[in-house]
């Protein structure tokens, strides 16, 4: 029903025709003139990366190609806290007007820097990721990605009012005034994390806010976590909107690397004219033909106080280049499946959260707030997935069933969902046909055939698994011996 409604509105304004379409036979030249120059940047300022480029024999920008970018040095998230906070600039300490970054895993602080350039450029990015999620001037979008050093909300209330859109800041958190600013101001962009849409969309249901009474969303823009196809359609289903992703992270500049476009929603575009992508092998580093998963790899090429050379980011996903329906020519770059260090080994089986997760949101009765818990106590290394029931209210939306995309599009990810045991077969809405236990099975059944992995399953009532407030998912949990217990997990 809503893929009609967009079927007559195929074509969004792109915010930058010129770039976003350009001919793909001009782009190399481009990206070949901005990579010289930025080398030149990176040799005139010194430095680590400097250093590094003397080393690969590298003594101007005129020496490089594309053809071996694959010689040239990499970064990484260790080039920035060893050189934290200003130690990788390459323009003056004074020509900086802004810092973002995040807390950092492990205490240690990421900070990235901005000239004044650099905001244009971010501005930039986030108005096409906007204008490709539908918005055009006077789009009402609703912000709820959190303000501060985090990326996600300053970088969309850039790119909106570059847009022309009306933005309203809201952030993260106080989810009543939120569901109160929704009915009032009727937005129809909304952009914040995946897991914090899921608790909108439950909050906003349980108002009794429908299409009917002012629910006026038609797209969201859902970034800051990895995400699946099956969260998608449980978005979509809730909310009744186009769900789209947008990629980016602060030390290539923050949202807007990357975004889905609302025409196609099958992988999100690279502003590669500004990012010059790569997959490579997350273990040896060698470049991996277009499709196959590795570990991104970005050239800022246009970046000027913290410009950085092949900057291996440890997310996963493929390259697909290719037309697209909406017009555009930038490669696409399918949904981040993983973090290379999130990879888990369970029993000598390697696996990444998000397949564990499609096959969990492959079962209607489970709600999006689940957790996983590597329990090594005993000196074993046992893998938990602690899953919610979906509560009646969320069950119960307006849109449940709706959903544009469906939950149909993982070909292609090689983890058969529901294999061996038909997704949802005979299980009514919110799944209340099954028992705990028959759920239970159910699920370490399809987790055994379709990752050839034995996961304990444990039911817990709606609410019990930890949230944070500004939403972003803590999902998995390491649990070694002699730690306490967590609270709102089974002990
Ligand atoms: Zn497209």
Known sequence: MLAMQFANDSRPVMFDPDAEAMPAEQLPALQTRRLRA??????????????????????????????????????????????????????????????????????????????????????????????????????????????GLFTGGLGIHQGAIELGATVVPVSGGMTARQVKLIADLRPEILTCTPSYAIRLGEA????????????????????????????????????GLRALDIYGLSEVIGPGVASECIVAADGLHVNEDHFLVEVLDPSTGEPLPDGTPGELTFTTLTKEALPLLRYRTGDIAALRPGSCPCGRTLVKMSKVTGRKDDMLVIRGVNVYPSEIERVLLGEPAVAPDYALVIDARNGGRDLIAVCERITERAAGSPFAGRSASGAGGTAGSGVGVGAGVGVGGGVGVGGAARSDDELREVLEHRLREGLGLRVRVTIVPPGSVPRTEVGKAMRVHRWSAGDPPVPGLPA
């Open 38 to 147: 930025l080398v030149d940047r990176l040799l005139a300022a010194g430095g680590v990366q400097a250093g590094r480029l003397a080393a690969a024999g590298v003594t101007g920008g005129a020496d490089v190609s594309l053809d071996d970018l694959a010689e040239l040095p990499t970064t990484d998230k260790g080039d920035l806290w060893d050189n934290y906070p200003f130690g990788l600039l390459a323009v003056p300490r004074e020509q900086v007007v802004a810092v973002h970054g995040s807390s950092g895993t492990g205490g240690r602080p990421t900070l990235v820097s901005y000239t004044k350039g650099d905001l244009a450029l971010w501005s930039r990015m986030c108005a096409r990721a906007l204008a490709a999620a539908g918005a055009r001037p006077g789009t009402i979008v609703h912000n709820a990605y959190g303000y």
């Open 204 to 239: 906003l249901t349980e108002a009794g806010l429908t299409l009917e009474t002012g629910l006026s969303f038609t797209a969201g823009v859902f970034g800051a976590e990895p995400w699946t196809e099956e969260m998608r359609a449980r978005i979509e289903d809730l909310l």
